[in-house]
């Protein structure tokens, strides 16, 4: 079956430093990928997502790149601030059902330190 | 502005009871859902519905019923609470196709004791 697997949390950086948050995928046909952020006490909202092989998504300063050969979406961002302190999902959606039900890795809990 | 909303927002209830959580859901989507968070499990996916009458069981469904009457809701009924469904729960809508952005409402914390 369809599976998501992120690194795990939690991972704490100090501010302006690189983030690489690794996320690798299980899935039949061609899912959509995704990154959903978490701040503390609210729910999840979208980041950023592709569609489709060697998409890349991105925003506010984060991107991630579908890459089917090493079935992976990575999420990185090249300077980090105390405010990206959250948990991240790496998540996927079947092509082949419809609605777009998510199947989501654990979570990876980021800390920035100022 | 469309948004999602959930009630209440902090529950406690005894170990026995039914308890009825709320969605309501203001973009027009067809399709809602309701996923637990637990740690160590991410979110995990309850039940969802694509339209009015319509309503699917997802992976961690046991102990759990929804009803679709009408567009903008999605109750969540935990026919006899266990301790085992002490969590975070969160309702999310959706445009129909898979590639749409999932919208999440705030969450409910519920305490089953």
């Known amino acids: 079956g369809n599976s998501v697997t992120q690194m795990e949390g939690p991972v704490t950086l100090s501010e302006e430093a690189f983030l690489t948050i690794n996320c690798t995928y299980t899935?039949?046909?061609?899912?959509?990928l995704f990154w959903y952020v978490q701040y503390p006490g609210e729910g999840l909202q979208l980041l950023l997502k592709?569609?489709?092989?060697?998409d890349k998504g991105s925003n506010k300063g984060f991107e991630a790149t579908y890459r089917k050969e090493t079935t992976s979406f990575h999420l990185e961002k090249g300077s980090v601030q105390v405010s990206d302190s959250a948990v991240y999902f790496c998540?996927?959606?079947?092509?082949?059902?419809?609605?777009?039900?998510?199947?989501f890795g654990q979570g990876t809990e980021l800390s920035v330190k100022p | 502005d469309a948004e999602i909303t959930q009630s209440p927002r902090h529950k406690i209830t005894e170990t026995g009871r039914q308890v009825t959580l709320a969605c309501h859901q203001t973009?027009?989507?067809?399709?809602m859902f309701w996923y637990r968070q637990d740690l160590g499990h991410g979110l995990r996916l309850i039940h969802y519905?694509?339209?009015?009458?319509?309503?699917n069981k997802g992976e961690v469904s046991d102990g759990y019923s929804v009803s679709r009457s009408n567009t903008e809701d999605l109750p969540l009924t935990l026919e006899s609470a266990a301790s085992s469904q002490t969590s975070v729960y969160f309702c999310?809508?959706?445009?129909?196709?898979?590639?749409?952005?999932?919208?999440f409402g705030p969450g409910t914390r519920l305490l089953v004791l």
């Open positions: 899935a039949t046909g061609y899912p959509s």
């Open positions: 592709a569609t489709k092989a060697d």
């Open positions: 519905s694509y339209g009015v009458q319509d309503t």
């Open positions: 999310a809508s959706s445009e129909t196709a898979a590639q749409e952005t999932q919208y």
């Open positions: 998540a996927l959606s079947d092509s082949h059902n419809q609605g777009g039900k998510l199947i």
């Open positions: 973009w027009n989507h067809n399709n």
